[in-house]
Nanobody, 124 residues
Framework: QVQLVESGGGSVQAGGSLRLSCAVS????????IAWFRQAQGQERKMVAV???????NYADSVNGRFTIARDNAKNTGHLQMNALKPEDTAVYYC??????????????????WGQGTQVTVSS
């Protein structure tokens, strides 16, 4: 049973930075793509970034150039470095995993395992 535990959320002013982490346990970490999604109040959950098992990355247009997704296979942990944060980045951020043999996906409905979520609040 795969389990995901997120950490690193918080409140920052616009222009600041935060680093989210997602600790994965219960299965072979390198067999999974790692994804970060976010859900703002009243909105649907949307992809932020994905890193595949081979290390390829994909970003939402809204965060490209500001956010960096990474994975530490030795520590079974995924990270999302968020720089130049904007008020519109305010949301609950969730990490998720997807078996690599299923291929890449940016749709939340294709992800079945989720962390508990961590709140990110950016004030202007």
């Amino acid at each position: 049973q795969v389990q995901l535990v997120e950490s690193g959320g918080g409140s920052v002013q616009a222009g600041g930075s935060l680093r989210l982490s997602c600790a994965v346990s219960g299965d072979t970490f390198t067999s999974y793509h790692i994804a970060w999604f976010r859900q703002a109040q009243g909105q649907e959950r949307k992809m932020v970034a994905v890193i595949t098992s081979s290390g390829s990355t994909n970003y939402a247009d809204s965060v490209n150039g500001r956010f960096t997704i990474a994975r530490d296979n030795a520590k079974n942990t995924g990270h999302l470095q968020m720089n130049a944060l904007k008020p519109e980045d305010t949301a609950v951020y969730y990490c998720s995993v997807r078996r690599s043999y299923l291929g890449f996906s940016g749709r939340s409905s294709d992800y079945k395992i989720w962390g508990q979520g961590t709140q990110v609040t950016v004030s202007s």
